[in-house]
């Protein structure tokens, strides 16, 4: 009933940007905290960065200052715009949302899913 449907990602060249969305539909009540992780290639899927509900935000030391995460709470949509992007950015990239649901009078709070998005930096 719920879903988070991911766009914006592709082939870029070392230095470029790119912008990910990410926007959750279905039975939401509301949106608690958001964000992005990445897994590259025979490696475990490690996260970017996170905001709350409330704007706060948090970035690894690794995309610092090139990342930047954002949400519109009106479209239940997170993005990241990716900046000076490096060959070692290259990896899927999956949102996830911790949304609180209403489905026939229960309501649920837990995190979904992203279907994942190819990011591939290369020249």
């Known amino acids: 009933q719920v879903q988070l449907v991911e766009s914006g990602g592709g082939l870029v060249q070392p230095g470029g940007s790119l912008r990910l969305s990410c926007a959750a539909s279905?039975?939401?009540?509301?949106?608690?905290?958001m964000g992005w992780y990445r897994q590259a290639p025979g490696k475990e899927r490690e996260l970017v960065a996170s905001?709350?509900?409330?704007?706060?935000?948090n970035y690894v030391d690794f995309v610092k200052g090139r990342f930047t995460i954002s949400r519109d709470n009106a479209k239940n949509t997170v993005y990241l715009q990716m900046n000076s992007l490096k060959p070692e950015d290259t990896a899927v990239y999956y949102c996830?949302?911790?949304?609180?649901?209403?489905?026939?009078?229960?309501?649920?709070?837990?995190?979904?899913w992203g279907q994942g998005t190819q990011v591939t930096v290369s020249s």
């Open positions: 996830y949302a911790v949304i609180k649901t209403l489905i026939v009078e229960t309501i649920d709070t837990r995190p979904y």
């Open positions: 905001i709350t509900g409330g704007g706060s935000t």
């Open positions: 279905g039975s939401i009540l509301s949106i608690n905290g």
